[in-house]
C-alpha cells in the first residue's frame, strides 16, 4: 500500500478521500495539525470540482481513492489546475493495469498485486512488468522474464 508523505512548507493542506483513503491520510493530517498548518477536509456537500476550483494558489492536495477511481479523480484536478508538484494521489485495493507484451504488442488486462509477473494473453509469453509507463498505449510495458 502507498503511503501520503506530508510535504512541509505548503500554505494550505487539502484532504480528499472515501473512507478507507481519509485513514491512509490520517497521519499527514495529524503532522498538519501539529504543525499548525491550515487544511481543509473535503465533504461531499459540495461538487469536488467546485471545492477545488475556490482554492487559492499554494494550497497542496492530498487524494486517497481506489485506484479505479483513481484516474478520474486525477484527470479533474488536473482540469482545475493542480499540477503534479501540487498534488499526491494515493491509490488503494485492486489496482487493474494493462501490460504491454513486448513481444505481440498485445495488451493483458492484470491485476496487480503482490506478483510482478504475468503470462502474456495472447501470445502466452511469461512477462515482468516493470515500472515503464507508457501513456501513449496506456499500459506498463512487459519484458520476458529471466526464469
Ligand atoms: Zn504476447
Request: aromatic share 12%; hydrophobic share 35%; glycine share 6%.
Amino acid at each position: 500500500m502507498q503511503k501520503a508523505l506530508f510535504v512541509s512548507g505548503k500554505r494550505k493542506y487539502l484532504f480528499c478521500g472515501d473512507q478507507n483513503g481519509m485513514e491512509i491520510l490520517q497521519p499527514v493530517i495529524d503532522l498538519a495539525v501539529e504543525k499548525n498548518a491550515p487544511y481543509e477536509i473535503y465533504s461531499e456537500e459540495q461538487p469536488l470540482f467546485d471545492w477545488l476550483n475556490r482554492q487559492k494558489m499554494g494550497c497542496y492536495l492530498y487524494i486517497a481513492a481506489k485506484w479505479d477511481k483513481l484516474h478520474s479523480l486525477k484527470k479533474l484536478t488536473e482540469e482545475v489546475g493542480f499540477s503534479e508538484e501540487e498534488a499526491q494521489y494515493i491509490g488503494y485495493g485492486e489496482r487493474l493495469v494493462n501490460v504491454f507484451c513486448c513481444r505481440c504488442h498485445g495488451i493483458s488486462k492484470v491485476i496487480l498485486q503482490e506478483t510482478l509477473e504475468i503470462a502474456c494473453n495472447d501470445c502466452d509469453l511469461h512477462l515482468e512488468i516493470s515500472d515503464h509507463y507508457s501513456s501513449l498505449k496506456n499500459a506498463y510495458l512487459g519484458y520476458v522474464a529471466k526464469l
